[in-house]
């Protein structure tokens, strides 16, 4: 399973799955209310990455979260061109666009699924491969994506802070304990990862400068 949350010019991932790191790519992530804003999807390390270029038969939750209110917004999905969404956002706040995909499965030889599961810190994967005896075996993971991308609309609000830190119900997803956009001189921005609405033990988090 994937989990992402895209705030800011910054990417935070929760263990990645064979597929790479994958995250919602606005624009812009702060716009006025109303205003147009296209967005990819994207796959890849670093450098190293593309359009995810799956289709919407592969999405089946796109949809804006603001405080209690949840907007659908697959029917702003595009299927070609330059840009995989084109949205708009309203009222002013801090809104939050979420994505989950359907499950696929990836499957590596022995030596290499091992490799990435101590890289990426997938201990309890390892855990139960040594306990099984079957660290010598072909690795196989049933995963899918969830990402989320905070959007600044218009100017911020008294709740900003309430909608930054608030989970909107993800099966796995990263929470941020201060709002991104608001982090002050110390620059610190703590968070924490559920699974199932409880905190997930030994996630592996890592930040990632998007416009790098």
Known sequence: ????????????????????????????FQVEPGAALAGTFQVGHGTLRQRWGLGADRIPLLADFF????????????????????T???????????????YAVSELPAIRFNDYAKEEGLVPALVARRQAGKLNA??????SRRA???IQVGQPTPSNQMLAT???GLKLEIVPERNPYAMGASRALPVHVLYKGR??????????????
């Open 67 to 86: 405080g209690s209110t949840r907007r659908d917004k697959k029917g702003d999905l595009r299927g070609r061109g330059p840009a995989d969404f084109v």
């Open 199 to 212: 905190r997930l033990a030994n996630a592996t988090v890592k930040l990632t400068k998007l416009e790098s």
């Open 1 to 28: 399973m994937k989990s992402l949350l895209a705030a800011v010019p910054f990417l935070l991932a929760a263990s990645p799955a064979l597929a790479h790191d994958f995250w919602i790519q606005p624009a812009r």
């Open 88 to 102: 708009s956002f309203a009222p002013a706040g801090l809104h939050v666009l979420a994505l989950q995909s359907t």
């Open 138 to 143: 072909p690795g196989r993971e049933r995963y």
């Open 148 to 150: 989320k991308a905070l």
């Open 166 to 168: 608030h989970p909107i």
